[in-house]
């Protein structure tokens, strides 16, 4: 019974260590020029490839509006994108898209 209590949380670690690495990756995929932020051009050009669901706006990550957006920004957006399905489906409201 141990074993399993203990094979389970490991794969819940680390299929969450798996989703912060994804996001961490995309990061760098963004950061074209590699200066540690992503320029709303970087953003602009590659954000399609990434397919993220749902896709935060610029805007909205940008939040001392200095046009890029570092490494903190694009953990809060990460925050934002994994609560959004949460809230989602508990709400009524029609800015909630079917699929969740």
Do not use: H
């Not at 399609?48 to 896709?55: G, I, M, N, V, Y």
């Not at 939040?63 to 990460?78: I, L």
């Amino acid at each position: 019974m141990t074993r399993a209590i203990f094979a389970t949380a490991a794969i819940l670690l680390f299929s969450g260590a798996a989703y912060a690495d994804d996001w961490a990756s995309k990061f760098k995929q963004l950061d074209t020029d590699g200066n540690g932020s992503i320029s709303r051009t970087e953003w602009e050009a590659n954000v399609a490839t990434l397919k993220l669901d749902p896709a935060p706006t610029f805007t909205a990550m940008d939040q001392d509006v200095n046009n890029s957006v570092d490494s903190d920004e694009w953990a809060q957006a990460e925050k934002m994108a994994k609560a959004f399905p949460v809230a989602c489906k508990s709400s009524k409201e029609s800015w909630c898209p079917k699929q969740y």
